[in-house]
Every structure is written in structure tokens, then in C-alpha cells.
């Protein structure tokens, strides 16, 4: 089978396309024969080794796919059968490749409306937003959020799922293409944060007044700026940092504006709190079954074009969900 392999850090042209055996399944484990897999902006960071946990080399990125059940090891019951159609959660990676093998309880039977392209969109992405309303924001109605990275993976979702909550929506995204999008998607008010004082934008926007709840993950002058943004008692919600740069808010202005902030991991859902991660997911798949939610047709590449793939994601010419198929 192919495989992209990285064995040493550094630029997309480190992902090696190799010819490996298919893996057999240990006890608990079932192989899929993939069909997508998702990529994240976190492979970018494992690739260049700055993401908050070390890679180890040599490894296989991709920490999510869609396929098909192939065989399954010891102890493994319904419903993995072979020929069930799963999205696999793959903790340590592995999903850059033809066949992978997952832990049968990290799978997730796919409902046969959802296309494998679709359900790499809604396995991470989705299940971070709603994962980070149903914990951090439960009460939107009538309350102002703002959402940075808008006509991104999470945060077109996030739009979606904020407005489905009675919440007024200011979107911001690094251009104005992206903020078409955005404004699709049901956004009240779109601000381009790559121009200066963006934060005075938001407040306008908002008669004046900061907002309720601010969803970030660029990090660095926007980290800044979001926080600026925030109306006394506001709440911040972190959960990426996309730029590597380091935010410089100082711990008294939180103090001063009464402001709270969370960070979300859902890594941390995945092995500590399965229950609510499954929740999260089984509330999207339903909310697209009922035509509530829209998935933006993720931008495709083949397993051997891995590295552009990496290339766009890192130059912010992408939006939504972006899949590598295998051609299956």
C-alpha cells in the first residue's frame, strides 16, 4: 500500500510518499480501507515539529479517516464488522496512507447520507465547535460572539452553530474572499483583521460595546486584539494558535475587565470525556440531516499531493475542510 512517511522536519517536501505492507489488526483494533482523510493545520505544525506535543520520527501524520472495514482483530464486536463504513479517530496518527489500523472504540459507524469527504469535516472540526458551545457558551441567545478565522474549517461551523443559538455573529477573517464565506454562512457583521485596529471595528459594529463571547485561534496582534474586543465580563475561548505567535495581553487587564478565558483541546474529550465527544458528534450528523447545518465541499487532494495540500493550508488559500482521498 502507499503511505506519506515524514522522516525528518521541516518543509511540505519532507512528506515522502512510500510503498509499505498493509497493517493487520491487533487485539481491539480493526484496519480500514481508506477513502478520505482529513488534513488539520495541527499536521502542519507535528511536520515542522512545533506542535505543543514532540513527533516522533519517523511518523505518519493524519489523526482522522473514513473508510471501510476490512478485518478486525481479537475481542472486536458490533458494529465493526467488516464491510462497515467508520470515521476513525487515529491519536497517534497513521492516516496518510491506503489502509490504517484504529482502535475498534475510536471508530464511529458513518450514517449512509454522510459521504467520507463530508464526515472528515464534521469528525474534528465539527465536533469542536459544538463541543466548545455545549461547554463554554451554552447560553447564546441575544448575545454577541465573535468569531475569528470565520471561513475556516471550525470556524464556518462555528458561525452556523452560533446563529442556530439566537447569537448575533461578527465574523473576521484575513480577507475579504474569505469574508464572502463567512457572510454565506449567516454572519451578522464581517471585519477583515488584517487591518489595523480592528478591535475599534468589532466595538462599532456592536454599538459601541465590546462583545459577549470571542472564539480565537490565530494567536500572536490578533490574540490582542480579540481580547481588546471583549466586553467587561466577556469570555474568550482559545483553542488554536494558528500563527505560532505568542499573544502579549497583560494578566491585569483580565483582572480590570473582569474577563474570563478557557482553552479547549479536544484531544482531551477524545480520551477523557468519549461520552460528551459523541454527544457533540452525533448533534451535528443530526443537525445536517435536518438541513440545519452546511458543510462547505472540502478542497481535495490525492495522497500524493500531500505536500501542496500542506502548502495552501500554511498560506491561508484554503477554506473549510481539506481531504486527502486515496482514490479507492
Known amino acids: 500500500m502507499k503511505q506519506v512517511q515524514l ?39 507535528r511536520r515542522r515539529n512545533q506542535y505543543f506535543q514532540p513527533t516522533p520520527l519517523p511518523y505518519i501524520l493524519g489523526s482522522e479517516a473514513v473508510g471501510q472495514i476490512v478485518s478486525v482483530g481479537d475481542v472486536v464486536t458490533e458494529p465493526y464488522g467488516v464491510g462497515t463504513r467508520v470515521l476513525a479517530i487515529l491519536p497517534f496518527g497513521g492516516g496518510y496512507s491506503e489502509y490504517v489500523s484504529a ?11 454522510i459521504d467520507s469527504k463530508t464526515a472528515t469535516a464534521i469528525f474534528v472540526q465539527g465536533t469542536t465547535a459544538q463541543l466548545m458551545i455545549s461547554q463554554f457558551a451554552k447560553d447564546l441567545k441575544d448575545k454577541t460572539v465573535l468569531i475569528n478565522a470565520a471561513a475556516g474549517g471550525v470556524g464556518s461551523l462555528l458561525v452556523q452553530l452560533a446563529k442556530l443559538n439566537g447569537a448575533k455573529v461578527i465574523a473576521t477573517s484575513s480577507s475579504d474572499e474569505k469574508l464572502k464565506v463567512a457572510k454565506a454562512h ?3 457583521e464581517t471585519i477583515n483583521y488584517s487591518k489595523e485596529n480592528w478591535s475599534e471595528k468589532v466595538k462599532s459594529a456592536n454599538n459601541g460595546q465590546g462583545v459577549d463571547i470571542a472564539f480565537e ?3 500572536g496582534n490578533i490574540y490582542n486584539e480579540t481580547v481588546k474586543s471583549l466586553a467587561q465580563g466577556g469570555h474568550l475561548i482559545v483553542y488554536g494558535c494558528a500563527s505560532g505567535i505568542q499573544g502579549q495581553v497583560h494578566p491585569e487587564y483580565f483582572v480590570d475587565e473582569n474577563i474570563s478565558q478557557s482553552g479547549f483541546n479536544l484531544a482531551f474529550y477524545i480520551t477523557n470525556k468519549m461520552p460528551l465527544w459523541q454527544e457533540a458528534l452525533g448533534t451535528i450528523i443530526e443537525l445536517i440531516a435536518q438541513g440545519k447545518l452546511k458543510i462547505e465541499t472540502p478542497k481535495t487532494f490525492t495522497l500524493s499531493d500531500v505536500a501542496e495540500a500542506h502548502r495552501q493550508i500554511e498560506a491561508r488559500q484554503t477554506t473549510g475542510k481539506v481531504v486527502l482521498t486515496t482514490n479507492h
Request: glycine share 8%; proline share 11%.
Open 103 to 113: 482502535i475498534a472504540q475510536y471508530c464511529v459507524p458513518l450514517p449512509p447520507h
Open 217 to 219: 485561534m490565530v494567536g
Open 7 to 45: 522522516k525528518q522536519y521541516g518543509s511540505p517536501d519532507e512528506l515522502k510518499l512510500i510503498e509499505t505492507n498493509i497493517p493487520q489488526p491487533k487485539t481491539g483494533e480493526v484496519v480500514i480501507k481508506v477513502e478520505a482523510i482529513g488534513v488539520n493545520y495541527s499536521d502542519t505544525l
Open 186 to 188: 449567516g454572519a451578522d
